[in-house]
């Protein structure tokens, strides 16, 4: 893999979020992910799609992105409630162990998401580059150790399963709740979670995609951190 990915022949960036799930009728990720499409960065497009939060399509809900796309770099966006900070995840483990049902009802107990699969996968993102960006920048954010055992962790695994198979950058982002989304969901959760506005990720997002698409740059000299949009 060359120092720089942008170029003229470069796949556009993909970008993924989640729809609905348990109490969370409104799904931020999504939101996020959809405030990203559209973006030029360095002259690679960034494209979203939205997979549904259902153990049982995700991976060709996945499989059919990257045939159409050819994606130069993947980033997958997940929620995680009670979380107060962007999340760059570190690895991706191979198993399902669901604490609640999918959107499909399904509720899975120590299933492994592939079979014959390793026991993880780890992030291809430069995590640490952009941890150091986002703390230049005054963005929430940390590494996280565990992406849990639910849908993002499977979405993880096979995303850098893909990634790896590819030749191509791709990992995992868990993203706090918005005001709005909270909003919509408050009868049904908690009170007092903690909530990250969507500009704020959104922010935090174009540096992490910048700086995947340019691992050479130095820390903290993301561009698109401080808000300006090539």
Partial sequence: MSDTIAGAAAGPVLVTGFGPFGAHTRNPSADLAHSLAGEVIDGVPVVARVFATSTHTVAAELSAALDELNPSV?????????????????????????PVPDHAGVLLTDAPIDPSGPAGHFSGLPIRAILSDWQRSTIPGHISDTAGTYLCNQLFYLVAAAGERRGIPAGFIHIPDTPESAAVSAGNQPVGQPIMELATMRRGLLAAIELTLHPERSYGTATLAAGAIA
């Fill in 74 to 98: 993947i980033v997958s966006l997940g929620l995680a409630p009670g979380r107060p900070a962007l999340s760059l995840e570190r690895i991706a483990i191979n198993v399902r162990d669901f």
